[in-house]
């Protein structure tokens, strides 16, 4: 990491500092009692190598509008990531950047990531498991959606409130959060949030195939 410059900008003050050479922007700046950005930006790089980084655009902590419309605190879209100011501590920022550089390098390494078709073939069998469990459990199921892997709105709202994440977590079926149960990108970028910022042996045992993944994305294979 590398802190280069304090510039204005629309009378705004930023402070501009990168991780491996893209930029790391911060617009709105966090409550530093809680979290020092630059700790976090220094851990990303020393953890990331830059082949997962490079080809972004950039990284903005800015607070943005559909952050509180969607009840959000990060998205990766136009090749950036965005991530709030709002952040709890240095896990959360952390979080937060790793989470949202796991759908970039699912985009620039997709052939890789999902050609051979095994992570989806494990995410539809803990699919199939949720179901079932939650079918023993007294839920009324719609067992089609369950069986598709992208993200579904309605069965996001079935697993959020009309189950609930504190309920769901005893049915999970495999999967490593309730999260990572709402499609097949979440659960890639949830695993390699558990593998870069949590429990890595944890992230391994229950998702072999993403790990196998992970470790040919780090040259490792
Ligand atoms: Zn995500």
Do not use: W
């Not at 491996?20 to 953890?47: A, C």
């Amino acid at each position: 990491m590398e802190r280069h410059k304090t510039n204005n900008y629309s009378n705004k003050r930023m402070k501009e500092y990168s991780i491996h050479g893209v930029p790391f922007v911060i617009v709105h700046e966090p409550d530093y009692s809680k979290v020092n950005p630059e700790e976090v930006i220094q851990r990303v790089e020393d953890m990331i190598p830059a082949r997962l980084v490079d080809g972004l655009d950039g990284f903005y902590m800015a607070h943005l509008k559909e952050f509180d419309e969607l009840n959000r605190n990060a998205v990766f879209k136009d090749n950036t990531i965005y991530i709030t100011n709002e952040q709890d501590d240095f896990k959360d920022m952390l979080d937060d950047i790793v989470h949202e550089l796991a759908h970039f390098t699912e985009i620039k390494f997709q052939d890789h990531i999902y050609g051979d078709g095994e992570i989806r073939d494990h995410f539809i069998n803990k699919r199939y498991n949720l179901y079932n469990n939650l079918t023993s459990a007294g839920y009324d199921c719609d067992k089609q959606a369950f069986l598709k892997v992208d993200f579904n709105p309605n069965l996001d709202v079935f697993f959020h409130e009309e189950v609930g994440y504190s309920k769901l977590r005893g049915h999970l079926g495999g999967f490593p959060s309730p999260y990572s149960a709402v499609s097949l990108r979440e659960y890639y970028a949830v695993v390699f949030t558990d593998y870069f910022c949590y429990d890595r042996e944890e992230a391994c045992r229950k998702c072999p195939e993403v790990c196998d993944k992970i470790h040919s994305l780090l040259g490792e294979e």
